[in-house]
C-alpha cells in the first residue's frame, strides 16, 4: 500500500506514542523533529501533525525554536491519574457492569490464577501481571457506554503503563497483593454483587495508589 500523508501520520503517532508510554522516550526527554522523522522515515508534516494530536493527549509539550518534550511523570500527575479512575472506575461498575465482556473477564482470570501459582523472580513476571492489570482495567472501561468517560479513561491508562514502568522495580511485591485483588473484584461481579464490587475496585485502586506513590519517592 502507497504510504500517504494521513497513514504516515498514524503511523508517526502510533510509533511516538508507544515509545512515549514504554518509556523508550523518558519523562522529560528532549526529541527532534529530524530524529523522528528519520526514525519513523516520514516528512516533516505528519510528524508535526502526529506530535500536536500527542501535546492535546498530554504526552508531550511542543517548545518553540527547542524541540518536543516528553512531559515530566510527577507526583501531581500520578495524584491527579488515580483521583480520575477513583471516580471513574467504580461509577462505571456500578452502572455498566451488565456491559462488561465476561468471556474476557474470565480468560482474565485465568491468566491470573496461572501466573499466581508460582514465584515471581524475573521481570517478566512483573510485566504479565502488568498486562494483566492493564487489561483488566481496561475490559471494564470499555463496557462504559458514554464515549466521554471512555476518551479519558483511555488517555488516563496509557500515563499508567508510564507509572507502572518507572515504579515496576521498586513494587513488585505490589504485583501478587495486586492480583489478588484482582481475582476478589473479578468474583464479585462475576456473582453480581455490585456494592462489593464497587468497594473492591476502590481498595485495589487506593492500594495501588499508595504503591505507586512509594515507588517514586524511594
Given at each position: 500500500m502507497k504510504k500517504t500523508d494521513?497513514?504516515?501520520?498514524?503511523?508517526a503517532y502510533e510509533t511516538i506514542k508507544s515509545k512515549i508510554i514504554h518509556?523508550?522516550?523518558?519523562?522529560?526527554?528532549?526529541l527532534?523533529?529530524?530524529?523522528?522523522?528519520?526514525?519513523?522515515?516520514?516528512?516533516r508534516t505528519p510528524i508535526r501533525e502526529a506530535l500536536n494530536m500527542l501535546a492535546q493527549e498530554q504526552l508531550v509539550q511542543i517548545i518553540p525554536k527547542k524541540g518536543i518534550r516528553a512531559l515530566p511523570l510527577t507526583m501531581k500527575e500520578i495524584a491527579m491519574t488515580f483521583e480520575a479512575r477513583l471516580l471513574m472506575e467504580p461509577?462505571?461498575?456500578?452502572?455498566?457492569?451488565?456491559?462488561?465482556?465476561?468471556?474476557?473477564?474470565?480468560?482474565?482470570?485465568?491468566?491470573?490464577?496461572?501466573?499466581?501459582?508460582?514465584?515471581?523472580?524475573?521481570q517478566k513476571d512483573a510485566v504479565i501481571f502488568c498486562n494483566i492489570?492493564?487489561?483488566?482495567?481496561?475490559?471494564?472501561?470499555?463496557?462504559?457506554?458514554?464515549?466521554?468517560?471512555?476518551m479519558n479513561l483511555?488517555?488516563?491508562?496509557?500515563?499508567?503503563?508510564?507509572?507502572?514502568?518507572?515504579?515496576?522495580?521498586n513494587i513488585w511485591e505490589r504485583h501478587k497483593v495486586a492480583a489478588m485483588e484482582h481475582l476478589e473484584l473479578i468474583n464479585y461481579i462475576k456473582n453480581?454483587?455490585?456494592?462489593?464490587?464497587?468497594?473492591?475496585?476502590?481498595?485495589?485502586?487506593?492500594?495501588?495508589?499508595?504503591?505507586?506513590?512509594?515507588?517514586?519517592?524511594?
Open positions: 494521513t497513514n504516515l501520520k498514524q503511523i518509556c523508550e522516550y523518558k519523562p522529560n526527554d528532549i527532534s523533529e529530524m530524529m523522528l522523522m528519520e526514525e519513523i522515515d516520514a516528512s461509577y462505571i461498575i456500578e452502572n455498566y457492569s451488565k456491559y462488561i465482556d465476561m468471556d474476557k473477564l474470565l480468560e482474565l482470570e485465568e491468566q491470573t490464577n496461572k501466573i499466581l501459582s508460582s514465584d515471581i523472580l524475573e492489570d492493564d487489561a483488566l482495567h481496561r475490559t471494564i472501561a470499555d463496557a462504559c457506554k458514554n464515549k466521554y468517560l471512555n483511555s488517555q488516563i491508562y496509557d500515563q499508567n503503563i508510564r507509572i507502572r514502568i518507572l515504579g515496576e522495580q453480581h454483587d455490585l456494592p462489593s464490587a464497587v468497594a473492591s475496585i476502590r481498595v485495589h485502586l487506593i492500594h495501588s495508589k499508595e504503591a505507586a506513590v512509594a515507588s517514586f519517592l524511594s
